[in-house]
């Protein structure tokens, strides 16, 4: 009995095909109407279905592989489970020519027809596969020419001032294609949309900061709402949020629409992904605020932007401990923050450190991990803690430099005990030899037989691997010894220097940009434990303090500070 052969539909359609003639549907028919009548099983040459194949929305640029339905179709064609592929037309499979070769390739190598009820493709013969890379490459071409016609009719649109489809600021509304003032009414203020935007102009040339305007309006249940229109069914689609966002604040504020001009930017008909060439296209709408009123909002934000570590900070509003501080509960960095004075009252300023995955912080956004230990640390105390362990380090130099010498001796002492041990060893090992060539001796004189003889090598090969494996022990930590010395060496040349450079960066009027330069090779590392204490590395010390107070900043008030354990010399 002749095997019935195995046929599948492939079908598929762009994103932008889905608006012109061609649809999964349209296609899925054709195939039906075309080929069912090979499904029946009294014809002759009756074929088995093998299924239908959908990608709908993929570009036909795409490899199979790459393509959710095409990838399975590829899979059984592998299997051996497919012998017809059935498309409406070629360009189904295929819109670029690289694809297409693909394609022909592994579908002639693994004898797969391919049949289309408009093409005859065929793809056993070289002339065959190269028509069909063909077909495949005037599509693209075809495609190509429909996307430049677009962009030319978006662009005579836009210069034309229409309103081309896509999210609509806030504020105004499409009429006749045109962006309007909205006159939509906000109940709960009682003033419409274009009349609150010009509100948030005014508020923030005032002074008063956007995340200040955010809690207003969360305070008086205004949701937040975005607009799409599109352009070809007249209809507006509507996202609504219940509370604002600074980011949608910023947007408004930043957006130049406003003072009455709204610039578009598309690329020019004839470029392409690799080389874009800008068009802006300026159009006149509706005035929301005058130029002045935007210049102001603007210049006013600056006054609410931190100027830590800028370049023109003012040298009090410098973390000293940047890049140094990890948080012990979560390993990330902790990062400077500064929180101005409030109204009304007496006290300064304050600096503190945040662990940069703290709730509501944007890495635990993104990443969805919130630390859980002592996310905020008092900059101020944390920093003149460290600070205070340097003076300790110069006001007792000597004891530095005793340890450090100290070291150096006992390393020295060792290394001459192991010159004696490899001595010794050499010795050993040569005495082995001269065993070895006695055996040979011995077997050629017949005082040894020959299994002797291999037994007395074999234990004399071991105790001479033995020998030589502590030997070479002996001289890799000689090796250690003498780099360490290198290191203590270098390190008394440090603190030397340290003791003599610290009295004059310590002092009250020395840059704090320039302390911070210079603690930047000093401190290695400063981690803030779950236990609520302070660990550090500095250049000759490893020391832990109880930081329970340096948190009182942000939280209720706790013990004072007090330092546990002793100075650790050379402790890298």
């Known amino acids: 009995m002749t095997r019935r052969e195995r046929r599948a539909f ?14 999964i549907r349209a296609q899925d028919k054709v195939l039906h109407k075309t080929y069912d009548h090979c499904f029946d099983e009294k014809a002759e040459t009756s074929s088995v279905f093998a299924g239908t194949f959908r990608d709908d929305g993929v570009s036909g640029t795409i490899p199979m592989d790459q393509r959710p339905d095409g990838s399975r179709m590829m899979a059984m064609i592998r299997r051996g489970e497919i012998d017809i592929v059935c498309v409406s037309r070629s360009d189904r499979l295929a819109r670029d020519r690289g694809v297409a070769e693909a394609i022909a390739e592994e579908f002639s190598g693994r004898e797969i027809r391919i049949e289309s009820p408009n093409e005859h493709i065929d793809l056993t013969s070289p002339a065959g596969r190269l028509q069909f890379a063909i077909m495949c490459a005037f599509s693209h071409f ?13 662009e005579t649109h836009a210069q034309n001032g229409e309103f081309i489809n896509g999210p609509i600021p806030f504020g105004y509304d499409v009429k006749n294609s045109v962006l309007v003032r909205s006159e939509r009414i906000i109940k709960e203020l009682g003033i419409t949309e274009a009349d609150l935007v010009v509100e948030i102009y005014e508020r923030c040339a005032n002074g008063e900061s956007l995340l200040s305007i955010m809690r207003w309006l969360r305070a008086a249940g205004v949701p937040s709402i975005k607009r799409y229109y599109n352009k070809k069914s007249e209809k507006y689609k509507e996202l609504v949020w219940p509370r604002w966002q600074h980011s949608r604040l910023l947007d408004i504020v930043n957006n130049e629409i406003y003072m009455g001009q709204r610039v578009l930017k598309y690329n020019k008909v004839g470029s392409n992904k690799y080389k874009s060439t800008p068009a802006p296209i300026v159009q006149i709408v509706p005035a929301l605020v005058t130029r002045d009123l935007f210049e102001r909002a603007k210049e006013a934000r600056q006054k609410h932007i931190s100027n830590f570590n800028s370049p023109r900070r003012s040298e009090d509003y410098v973390y000293l401990l940047t890049g140094k501080l990890v948080c012990g509960s979560c390993g990330f960095n902790m990062i400077g ?5 409030r109204k009304g009252h007496h006290n300064e300023g304050r600096v503190y450190y945040a662990c940069s995955h703290a709730r509501g912080r944007t890495n635990a956004r993104r990443t969805g991990e919130v630390c859980s230990g002592p996310v905020y640390v008092m900059g101020d105390k944390l920093e003149e ?21 100290a070291q150096q001796l006992e390393r020295h002492g060792s290394v001459g005990q192991n010159e004696a041990q490899k001595k010794a060893l050499r010795q050993r090992l040569a005495a082995l030899d001269r065993g070895r060539a006695g055996l040979a001796d011995l077997v050629s004189s017949g005082d040894l037989t020959a299994d002797e003889f291999r037994a007395k090598t074999a234990t004399n090969a071991s105790e001479a691997a033995e020998v030589r494996r502590e030997l070479e022990l002996l001289e890799s930590e000689d090796t250690l010894a003498e780099a360490l010395f290198g290191q203590l060496r270098d390190a008394e040349q440090l603190l030397t220097t340290l003791t003599v450079e610290w009295p004059r960066v310590r002092a009250a009027d020395y840059p704090r940009v320039a302390l911070r330069d ?17 660990a550090w590395t500095i250049l000759f010390d490893n020391r832990s303090v109880d930081s329970a107070k340096l948190c009182n900043f942000v939280s209720v008030g706790r013990p004072s500070i007090h330092l546990i354990g002793s100075l650790v010399a050379a402790s890298r």
């Open 142 to 154: 075809e495609r190509e020419i429909i996307r430049d016609r677009t962009m030319a009719g978006r």
């Open 337 to 341: 923050n500064y929180q101005k004075p």
């Open 385 to 405: 803690l460290i600070l205070e362990r340097i003076d300790d380090i110069v006001a007792r130099p000597d004891r530095v430099l005793e340890s450090i010498r």
């Open 10 to 23: 492939y079908e598929r359609v762009s994103t932008d095909e889905q608006s012109e003639r061609d649809t």
């Open 518 to 534: 210079f603690l930047k090779p000093l401190i290695q590392r400063v981690v803030i434990r779950k236990d609520r204490t302070v």
